[in-house]
């Protein structure tokens, strides 16, 4: 190409760029470090008038320039157990050599190759030697460039043509498999089979390949065996990445992307990490049976990874949008702007729309001292009779959510949710990990439609993706642990199509107790009739209908029925609102904490004086901990830096609502079908023996017909007969007249 440099000049220009000490060191993110100020001059860069002869007017260290030939000493000290590499900023290089820049832009392979090559002529020789004897192995160190302007490199997987093959492209994208980290042989080691001569072969890199003769002087011999012992290795990983889901059209399908990784950027990745990678777009044969294709698959081969794209990735508004978002945060009825903007086109569900908002901010999730860590993100349930908008708050939610993943129950399998490990030609015949919906909705929240529609087995895997958010994977002999720092909005319908108030949940919903209370809020929608709401809702559906007429191709919308179904907020300001606050760390304050123990122990009270046996659980410390994580996103979303009174206040009032409405004021009664004396009752056999002998004849009972009523309750005969013994003996509530009669004192 027109911008190659010679390779001599190349690696000059390296050298020199590595020496100057006006380059300073970056890490992973392109941050330069830090440099304290000089004690000569205290950073003003002048000493009695002159300039500081140490630091040049730079921010410095008295002692020594920190340039990059420390930092590789520093990194080769610690290999191979800390960096592998040392990083560059792109805009560092492009200030320092125009065409070194142009070269790494055109020629990413060739330049990197040869800063890699300069690199091995800073390390100290005791260094490389040390590494050789404690470790084995040669001191390899990698340069990786960081902070690659997007303008100039970004491309979408699904807009990859012919012209950007052998170009150095920069793609963003979703983590969906990654294989383990293998060696791959760099450089063959082959002896020849007449005089046992050493050859070297640079290998390709998906084959083995032999040299055709031996080099040696005189030899003609082309039979070789292959020195697997004396060749050299470098560590390989594939993983795949696919588009992010929350940035395709409707309907679209997400197209996906095998990147190959070596040396330092091995196992750097895990499925379901968020990723922008740079690298080089190079074809790949394919064959069908022994003969190769006219049509090549194409592959990235990747030399940096931008980990600035994760699920803690800072959301950096433009000035004009951050002076928006601080503007509408000053607004006293910001909540309920940002709850009437979620799916505007549902009539109602205001206090259903007020939690999913708040989930949408989530709380703030905690590390403790002893490393236990406490989750900060909102779990939501609604349940309900079928035909309510369920399905439609879902999608909505996913959408407005900086990432939001959606998946039907029905159609999901454990796997499907966790992550599955798989075997096929992407992984040449091993096994890798495929992430699925919990993982890739990590930061985010993941949508889960009909949950009850699940088998138990496939419900099972979300208990650990709930409460730890991480999944553990220990199949085909893989031993991970994935990322699921995700919210969790899942919709259920009732078994028998409506909603009997009267009854117990989980008789209603085929969900068991362990899910259910992993949920922080959940809300049953019934459908009543109610003359008044029912013309308001005909009205807003008509609308809809009308709205959607309007937009057909070459009509003219209808800007006031259009209107009333759009939100006070802009989706697109709304979604830059919610992932511009999720970021704060607001504390609450002594005010907050005081009035949310306040509650709890208020409700724990109510039960204070009641035998120890039949104490019922009003409220536990789960719903505590989702009180401060409701009170902690009503701060978010005013974007304040401390939960304050009122915002515990408005978590409460929530609370209460689900507590009296949804669980009727008893979680045991809701959960259960009964408080605890009632299931006491039911299962204690001492009580069981004396409600028979209650409702028995006034004469008594038989011994015989006891034991045999109390076996089919399913208690041991020989135990019962034991217990009523027991009980006759000790005068327990038991009378025995004459021989075989007894009868409840």
Known sequence: MANDIPLEELMELWRSFFQDSRNRPVDKFGKEASAPKCTMCEGTGEYEGKLCPKC????????????????????????PDGERSVSVTWEAVADFNGRLSSNLRWNLDET???????????????????????HRTKIDLDVVPVGIPDELYEVEISGLRKEH???????????????????????????????????????????????????????????????????????????????????????????????????????????????????????????????????????????????????????EPSPSELIEIKELALREDI??????????????????????????????????????????????????????????LLRSASRIAPRGVMATGKSTSAAGLTAAAVRDEFGE???????????????????IDEIDKMSEEDRSAMHEAMEQQTISIAKAGINAQLKSK??????????????????????????????????????????????????????????????????????????????SLEGPIDSRLLKLYIAYARRLRPVMTHQAQNRIKEHYTKLRNVYHNLDDQDKTMPITPRQLESIIRLAEA?????????????????????????????????????????????????????????????????????????????DEKGFNRKKSENLLDGMVESGDGILRDGYDKYRKN
């Open 56 to 79: 040049r007017g730079e921010r410095v260290d008295s002692e020594s320039i920190p340039t990059y030939s420390d930092e590789i000493q520093k990194v080769s000290r610690e290999y």
């Open 112 to 134: 990197l190759d040869s800063a890699k090559y300069v690199v091995q002529e800073f390390i100290d020789e005791d260094t490389k030697e040390r590494v050789r004897e404690e």
């Open 165 to 315: 093959l052998y170009r150095t492209v920069k793609l963003r994208g979703l983590v969906r498999k990654a294989t383990p980290v293998r060696p791959r042989m760099e450089i063959g080691n082959f002896e020849c089979d007449w005089e046992r001569h050493r050859n070297s072969f640079i290998q390709d890199f998906f084959t083995i390949k032999e040299p055709t003769r031996c080099t040696s002087e005189g030899c003609k011999c082309t039979d070789f065996k292959l020195r697997d012992d004396l060749s050299q290795y470098i560590d390989s990983q594939k993983i795949e990445i696919q588009e992010f889901p929350e940035d395709l059209p409707p309907g679209a399908q997400p197209e996906r992307l095998s990147a190959y990784f070596e040396s330092s950027l091995a196992h750097k990745v895990q499925p379901g990490d968020r990723v922008a990678l740079v690298g080089i777009i190079k074809p790949k044969a394919q064959f069908q049976g022994r003969r190769q294709k006219s049509e090549f698959d194409i592959y990235l081969y990747a030399h940096s990874i931008d980990e600035k794209v994760g699920e803690d990735e800072d959301v």
């Open 335 to 392: 909540a309920n702007r940002i709850r009437d903007s979620l799916a505007p086109a549902i009539f109602g569900m205001e206090w259903e729309k007020s939690a999913l908002a708040l989930q949408q901010f989530g709380g703030v999730d905690k590390e403790l001292p002893d490393g236990t860590r406490i989750r900060g993100d909102i779990h939501m349930l609604m349940m309900g009779d079928p035909g309510l908008a369920k399905s439609q």
């Open 429 to 447: 015949g091993r096994w890798s990990l495929e992430a699925g919906t919990l993982v890739l909705a990590s930061g985010g929240i993941a949508c």
């Open 486 to 563: 995700c919210s969790v909005l899942a919709a259920a319908n009732p078994k028998r199509s409506r909603f009997d108030m009267t009854m117990p949940l989980p008789s209603q919903v085929n969900m068991p107790v362990s899910l259910l209370s992993r949920f922080d809020i959940f809300f049953i929608i019934t459908d009543s009739p109610d003359p008044d709401r029912d013309k308001l809702l005909a009205d807003r559906i008509l609308e809809s209908h009308r709205a959607g007429e309007t937009m057909t191709p070459g009509e003219v919308a209808d800007i006031e029925t259009t209107k």
């Open 634 to 710: 009503n701060a978010k979303m005013h974007l304040s830096e401390t939960v304050d009174l009122k915002h515990a206040e408005r978590a409460i009032d929530l609370m209460e609502l689900f507590l009296k409405v949804t669980l009727g004021g008893d979680v045991d009664f809701a959960f259960f079908g009964a408080d605890a004396k009632q299931r006491r009752k039911e299962t204690d056999p001492r009580m069981i023996l004396l409600d028979l002998l209650a409702s028995g004849p006034p004469e008594g009972m038989d011994k015989s017909e006891i034991l045999d009523l109390m």
